[in-house]
């Protein structure tokens, strides 16, 4: 069985930094993009970033761009979710999810498409 385990979180002041992880485990002989989603109080769960099984493709949201960065090393684990430059706005829990594909390259910013889910990690920015 899969598991999706995120770690990082935690409390920060406005412009400070975290580094989010996520381990995906149980299952060693499928390749899994995966990515990072926030849900903020009263919000919907949005796309923050995505990577491929690769590491060679990723996408950011805009309102992350030049701020956080997906990375993970040569299809292993653990991907990563460097976040600079925290704004208040920015709090929220954060889900790591992945999904299993067929091309190393492939990814996707859709929740729809990601079939394992982290129970997730809060992040709270202060002002």
């Known amino acids: 069985q899969v598991q999706v385990v995120e770690s990082g979180g935690g409390l920060v002041q406005a412009g400070g930094s975290l580094r989010l992880s996520c381990d995906v485990s149980?299952?060693?002989?499928?390749?899994?993009?995966t990515a990072w989603f926030r849900q903020a109080p009263g919000k919907e769960r949005e796309f923050v970033a995505a990577?491929?099984?690769?590491?060679?493709?990723?996408n950011h949201a805009d309102s992350v761009k030049g701020r956080f960065t997906i990375s993970r090393d040569n299809a292993k684990n653990p991907v990563y979710l460097q976040m600079n430059s925290l704004k208040p706005e920015d709090t929220a829990v954060y889900y790591c999810?992945?999904?299993?594909?067929?091309?190393?390259?492939?990814?996707?910013?859709?929740?729809?498409?990601?079939?394992?889910w982290g129970q997730g990690t809060q992040v709270t920015v202060s002002s």
């Open positions: 999810a992945a999904f299993a594909v067929s091309h190393p390259s492939y990814y996707s910013s859709s929740n729809h498409d990601y079939d394992y």
């Open positions: 149980g299952d060693t002989l499928s390749s899994y993009a």
């Open positions: 990577v491929s099984w690769s590491g060679l493709r990723t």
